[in-house]
């Protein structure tokens, strides 16, 4: 019964830590730079174009499972396209995106609102042109960037090494830092909404810079917001992935904050995680992007380690510890997602 499992049933199995037949398996950034394919649409359009044109987003989108015949498919999009709708500046450019004007003060918090969507922006539309390619037996994953993390982009304004800037208003006006995080949280709850009504299965959320943090701080400014989203979108009956670069620290606090999955990075053993998650969800993970440069023989035998090493047939997602690098091999990709499609429990 359970080889003949659809990618959708296969996947939510997975999530629900019920037995499968082998793990499903999709990568972070499966779309994008590293494929030719996307290479030639980029050539004509720029990324905020793609991001906001449905049918590009949506053609984008399907090129991982066209190429690699992978699990699920993440809707090409970016996290930070609801700050425009709260009164920022988004620019997109070839060293990161710049955010203005950069949310340092009370003054310019009076200028920023929760973002409101009178109109389905674009999102919903490129989910709506998956859906009616794909059939209802492939997932879609939705996405949302977690409040921290937003709130990270936009104080500072632009890619930083250190976040000084969000961490001088943590210890000097804690309140304005909270004030901005519940606003963010409203925005994406609106924006994840609408991913949902378009079609999506489940929701990744991205707290990627949320490991900055002290595992107290962690606690006070990240997880309370985290879990309100988690929350909302189970209520809708959906699960959610919650993924944080460098989630060893938070593992006790990241138990208690009603995710489905944690999507581990691989500086922490896949098993060791689910164990210090007490087995309340499922994990995703973890190979380390940087090993999709070896050999495609060593990219199998390091992906088959990284299955066996779990040692479970319930609650694994196979998939990187991070998105894919840009100057990856297709044929390095090809070998990690048929070594997953390949494998076999017991």
């Known amino acids: 019964m359970l080889t003949s499992l659809t990618k959708r049933e296969r996947f939510l199995r997975a999530i629900r830590r019920e037995p499968v037949d082998r793990p499903p398996v999709w990568l972070m950034r499966q779309a994008g730079r590293y494929l030719p394919e996307y290479r030639a649409i980029k050539q004509h359009h720029s990324f905020s174009d793609l991001c906001r044109t449905p049918d590009l987003a949506a053609e984008v989108s399907l090129q991982p499972c066209r190429i690699f015949d992978v699990d699920g498919i993440i809707v090409f999009n970016d996290i930070l396209i609801p ?67 937003m709130a990270a982009y936009a104080v500072e304004g632009s890619m930083s090494k250190n976040f000084i800037r969000i961490k001088d208003i943590r210890f000097q006006n804690p309140n304005l830092l909270k004030r901005i995080l519940e606003i963010i949280t409203e925005t994406v709850l609106g924006y994840i909404r609408i991913q949902i009504d378009a079609g999506a299965d489940i929701v990744q959320v991205f707290d990627t810079w949320a490991g900055i943090l002290t595992p107290s701080d962690y606690r006070e400014f990240a997880q309370p917001y985290q879990k309100i989203i988690a929350e909302a979108v189970r209520k809708e009956g959906h699960p959610v992935i919650l993924y944080v670069n460098g989630c060893a620290p938070y593992l006790p606090v990241i138990a208690e904050s009603h995710i489905d999955v944690l999507s581990v990075d691989w500086r922490t053993n896949l098993r060791d995680a689910y164990d210090a998650l007490h087995g309340r969800c499922a994990v995703q993970g973890n190979l380390d992007p940087c090993a999709l440069f070896a050999p495609p023989e060593t990219v199998a035998d390091l992906t088959r380690r990284m299955i066996a090493e779990f040692s479970r047939c319930t609650g694994h997602i196979a998939n990187l510890g991070h998105g894919i690098l840009p100057n990856t091999s297709v044929e390095n990709v090809h070998a990690f997602v048929e070594t997953v499609r390949n494998y076999r429990y017991g």
Do not use: C, W, Y
């Open 83 to 149: 700050l425009e709708n709260m009164g920022f500046s988004v620019l997109f450019t070839e060293t990161g995106p710049e955010v203005q004007p950069p949310l340092r003060s009370e003054e310019i918090l009076a200028d920023i609102h929760k973002a409101t969507f009178d109109e389905a922006p674009p999102v919903f539309d490129t989910i709506r042109r998956i859906r009616a390619q794909v059939g209802p037996d492939v997932p879609i994953l939705g996405f949302i960037g977690a409040p921290f993390t």
